[in-house]
Every structure is written in C-alpha cells, then in structure tokens.
C-alpha cells in the first residue's frame, strides 16, 4: 500500500543523514510500531510518509501514486487518506469535544467552519458515531481542556478517524500517558486498525507495548532501518 524507495533525509546544517536509505513496503493489514531511540528518525519517518518533510531523495508511493513529488493538490488528496495522531495531542483547548473532531474535516473547508452549525445533520450524525467508538458519548459537549490525557488522545483518534482515512499514523502519541491509559489507548487503535481496515503506523519508544501490540515492528538506528519484523522476533539488543 505504501512503498518507500531509498528514502533519505539530510536537515540543513546537519553533517548525518536523519534518515539513511530506506526501503520498506507497508501492507494495509499492518499495525506497525516503530521503534528507536530518541533521535532515531521516527518522527522524520512519520512526516515523510504524510507528505510533511520532503526528502532529499527518494521516493514514497501511496497505491503507486508519488507522495514526494505530488502537486499541492495532489498532496491535499493524500492527506486527507491519512489520519495523525500526536503525543501533545494538538487539541483546541477551548472547543468541546465534538468541534475538535469535526476539525478533522478541515482537509476540504475554511478554516473558521468548525462551528457546529455549519455541518449537516448526516455529517454531525457521524462525527458523534465516531466520538461513541472511542468511548467518549458521554463528552460530547465537554470542553477538551477539562478531560484526561487518555480522554484527549481518544479525542485525538476521533479526529483522525472523521476524515476516513485509509492510513493511520501516530507520533508518539502514548508518550505523556500513564502505562494503564497507554494500553487502553493501544486496545482501542488495534480495535480501529481491524474494524476499518487502516494501515496503522504508531512511533513508541516503549519496547514492551511495541511487542504486546505490533503484528511488525520496524526499528530505527541512526535513521537506518535495523530491524524489520514479528515482533516476537524482536531482540532488545537491537
Ligand atoms: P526521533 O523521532 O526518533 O526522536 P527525529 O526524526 O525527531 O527522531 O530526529 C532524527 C534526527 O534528525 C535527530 O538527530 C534530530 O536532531 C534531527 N532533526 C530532526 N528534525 C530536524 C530539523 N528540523 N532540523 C535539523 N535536524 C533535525
Ligand atoms: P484515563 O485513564 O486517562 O481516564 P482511558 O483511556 O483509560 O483514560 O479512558 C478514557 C475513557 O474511556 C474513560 O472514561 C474510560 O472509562 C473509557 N474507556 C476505557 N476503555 C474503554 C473501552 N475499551 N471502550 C469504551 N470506553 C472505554
């Protein structure tokens, strides 16, 4: 489904490649963690795939159409196939719970319609039905600010969830969480991943969830991939 051909990423000013001549294809029935320390390419990896960082070379496919060389139109398109999730959850503090999950649907309107009075009846319908799978009907109308970090990364998938993505990718996103709301977190997106049939892409650094969760763990050293498999394959020395 995505198709990644010696991908590399050299930052301005840096001496060493963030990430170093990756190839890997990603199938659709994939849920994925990738592995690393911090300073690994993780994050570099994420936002290549969603069209964010442009490489230095190299090339990613979504279905054999070029994400790295796509128009700004064309990008738009991808995007809207991808949902991301993130470990500061990037909320709206203020707005409740339904508005920040109808911001999710911004990828094809201005940016001021995220007033509920702007949605049809059918579009409300649906981003309350995707707020009740995360587990979260009861807070619909409740300010995101007064909700727990779990709350908030449910609120987070939500959002991502509305636009109906086909690829879901996660950037750290259990990182300021709790190990018992980590789990809860990681149940709900592997619930989500065989329910809708999303290829799901999470960064973690934490070896023990990537190994509970991952049908594949992918692991990063010094933007170089260094492990690429089942997770009970997964060494820690690695
Ligand atoms: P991780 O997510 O695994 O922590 P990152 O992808 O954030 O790794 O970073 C990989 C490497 O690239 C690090 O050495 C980091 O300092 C460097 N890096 C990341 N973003 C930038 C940037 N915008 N400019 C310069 N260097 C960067
Ligand atoms: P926290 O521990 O930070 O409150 P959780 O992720 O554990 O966050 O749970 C968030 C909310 O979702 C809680 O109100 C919890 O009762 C509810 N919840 C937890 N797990 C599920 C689940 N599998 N299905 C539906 N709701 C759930």
Redesign the pocket.
């Known amino acids: 489904m995505i198709d990644i051909k010696n991908l590399s990423v050299l930052y301005d000013g840096n001496t060493a490649e963030s990430l170093s001549d990756v190839n890997l294809s990603l199938q659709k029935d994939d849920f994925i963690c990738v592995l690393g320390k911090s300073g690994a390419g993780k994050s570099t990896f994420i936002r290549c795939i969603n069209g964010l960082q442009k490489p230095t070379s190299g090339e990613i496919y979504l279905d054999g159409k070029t994400i790295t060389n796509a128009s700004e139109d064309g990008l738009r398109k991808i995007r809207r196939e991808m949902g991301m999730i993130f470990q500061h959850f990037n909320l709206i503090p203020r707005l409740s719970v339904l508005q920040n999950v109808l911001t999710g649907t911004f990828g094809y309107r201005s940016s001021f319609k995220n007033l509920i009075g702007w949605f049809t009846a059918e579009e409300l319908d649906f981003a309350k039905s995707v707020i009740a799978e995360?587990?979260?009907s009861?807070m619909v109308d409740r300010r995101v600010e007064q909700l727990?970090?779990?709350?908030k990364?449910?609120v987070g998938i939500a959002r991502a969830l509305v636009q109906q993505p086909r690829v879901l990718l996660g950037d750290e996103p259990v990182a300021s969480?709790?190990p018992?709301?980590s789990n809860?977190?990681f149940?709900?997106l592997k619930?989500m991943h065989a329910r809708l049939g999303l290829l799901t892409v999470i960064n973690v650094h934490d070896i023990e969830l990537a190994k509970r969760y991952a049908t594949r763990i992918i692991a990063l050293k010094d933007g170089k991939v260094i492990f690429d498999g089942l997770p009970e394959n997964f060494m820690e020395a690695e």
Do not use: A, K
């Open positions: 995360v587990g979260l009861e727990s970090g779990g709350q990364q449910r969480l709790d018992g709301t809860h977190i149940t709900l619930e």
